[in-house]
């Protein structure tokens, strides 16, 4: 890998998404991108500005990253401790890997109507939704990290005295936590979708239901924000995840900042 | 320390028979080597020894009544370091303690590397890592499964006299399993020669250590390699 190349550094990944604000900035402004059509980035921000101040975007950022956080535990448990007990005990995963897989290829928005006479259009509806994106995921990543841990590593540890809880948290946890982590970025990226759909379906409060009521009002500038909003949340947490990973996996070279 | 009795052992994996009809005296403290072509089960026989495989038929007795399993360490071909611990930490495991490790470290010169990640050390200082961590618990037995076979000449010959020290000094029960036979000769008491599983031969080596390359070493190391050979 060549690391001293002009382009390797903090700012270079950022000038094409500034470079294209800019250019949607002017188009707008020469009209040549109609403001009902698609509100320039000025107005966006403008708009941001002006429900921050009304105190309704920090209410409903705040709703959201809620659900999504909580759905997200809920989820990422459940799916965290079925990977672990079929990846380390064979009798589990006889029992249950193969209905997991079974009910994993049904796309998972796709239970919306179900969900909805389940539980109405309240909170639980929407955390159930997450709940279920996160866990397939966390699930397969966890199992398949166990299942590829160096089996010679654990065959070393046994010889050398280790009680089955020691081969655990010495050899196998981490044996799997590169994988671990992938399912966690993977499932993060499934909590923002997951949410965005259930919130424009019926809710009160959210960035999904400032989005519904601004569109009924028709207010592009608003309507726009609430998608910024949502790619800003998913950035955030992408990037705690990679903090995460550089923390967890500094062992490795390939995450290992010299 | 303890010795080792096998009695007949046998061991087949299905209808593949593995090892034959071994009777074999480990007495304590002593350094055997066993050799022999690729395929002749020697690796098996270790692996038995370590108690990782059972028997088939036939018996393993340690000659000590009070002797554990867990006083038995494998130093094994490839170092299987834990790439997420630090040198230190991959010495201190299976209830050593970090003083320990750091004695052991001392004893195979890398107590400088402590805090380092395995993957920043060459395949030479990994496998003396690794017999640091062999050596940390105070092992009774050791069993080394051809654990220079992928390191350079040079650094084989440091390690054989590293092991051969430290074996003096320690005097745990040691065997060692390898197709080199001059590495053989160079180490053990007694050489085994096995051949489709079945102990072939027999060789006492008489030979003040540190050993040279004279020309009673090669006529050992000439008579082994005929047998392995000729058959």
């Not at chain 1, 010679?152 to 046994?158: F, N, P, Q």
């Not at chain 2, 299905?14 to 304590?28: F, T």
């Not at chain 2, 105070?138 to 054989?160: I, Y």
């Not at chain 2, 051969?164 to 085994?192: C, M, N, P």
Request: proline share 3%; aromatic share 8%; hydrophobic share 45%.
């Amino acid at each position: 890998m060549k690391k001293n190349q002009w382009y390797n550094n903090q700012i270079f990944p950022w000038l094409l998404p500034i470079v294209i604000v800019i250019l949607w900035q002017v188009l707008g402004q020469l009209n040549l991108i109609k403001s009902t059509m698609l509100p320039t980035p000025f107005e966006v921000v403008e708009a941001g500005i002006r429900l921050f101040q009304t105190g309704e975007l920090q209410e409903n950022v705040y709703i959201s990253t809620k659900r999504a956080v909580i759905g997200f535990a809920i989820g990422g448990a459940i799916g965290f401790l079925l990977g672990l007990f079929n990846g380390t005990i064979l009798f589990f995963e006889k029992l249950t890997d193969t209905s997991i897989q079974m009910i994993r290829t049904i796309p998972h928005l796709a239970l919306i109507p179900l969900v909805i006479l389940w539980f109405g259009i309240g909170e639980s509806a929407k955390i159930f939704l997450v709940a279920v994106g996160v866990m397939f995921p966390i699930y397969i990543n966890t199992f398949s990290g166990i299942k590829n841990v160096d089996r010679k590593l654990i065959e070393m540890g046994k010889v050398y005295g280790m009680s089955k809880w020691q081969l655990f948290t010495n050899i196998i946890l981490p044996g799997a936590m590169p994988n671990i982590l992938v399912g966690i970025r993977y499932a993060l990226g499934v909590t923002w979708i997951s949410l965005i759909v259930a919130e424009t379906i019926g809710s009160e409060g959210g960035i999904g239901y400032m989005a519904t009521t601004a569109r009924e009002f028709m207010q592009m500038d608003v309507v726009v924000l609430t998608i910024v909003l949502y790619a800003i949340l998913g950035k955030l947490s992408d990037f705690i995840a990679k903090l995460c990973e550089q923390r967890l996996l500094k062992w490795n070279p390939a995450y290992r900042k010299n | 320390m303890f010795g080792i009795e096998l009695q007949s052992v046998g061991k087949s994996f299905g209808n593949n028979v593995v090892l034959r009809d071994i009777n074999l005296s480990i007495p304590k403290g002593s350094f055997t080597a066993i050799v022999g072509k690729s395929g002749c089960g020697k690796s098996t026989l270790l692996r038995v020894i370590a108690g990782l495989e059972n028997v088939t038929s036939g018996s393993l007795a340690y000659t000590d009544e009070e002797a554990k399993k867990s006083n038995i360490r494998i130093m094994f071909q490839d170092d299987r370091l834990l790439p997420w611990k630090s040198i230190l930490k991959n010495v201190a495991i299976g209830g050593v303690g970090m003083k320990e490790a750091e004695e052991a470290l001392e004893k195979v010169g890398l107590d400088g590397k402590k805090d380092a990640w395995p993957d920043e050390l060459s395949g030479g200082q990994k496998q003396r890592v690794a017999l640091a961590r062999a050596l940390a618990s105070k092992p009774d037995v050791l069993l080394f499964d051809e654990p220079l076979g992928a390191l350079d000449a040079l650094t084989r010959m440091e390690m054989q006299h590293l092991i051969e020290g430290l074996w003096q000094e320690q005097k745990f029960t040691s065997i060692l399993v390898t197709h080199d036979v001059s590495e053989a000769v160079h180490l053990a008491d007694r050489v085994i020669v096995l051949d489709e599983g079945g102990v072939q031969m027999e060789q006492q080596i008489d030979l003040p250590r540190q050993r040279e390359r004279d020309e009673k070493f090669t006529s050992y190391e000439k008579n082994i390699l005929d047998k392995i050979v000729g058959g």
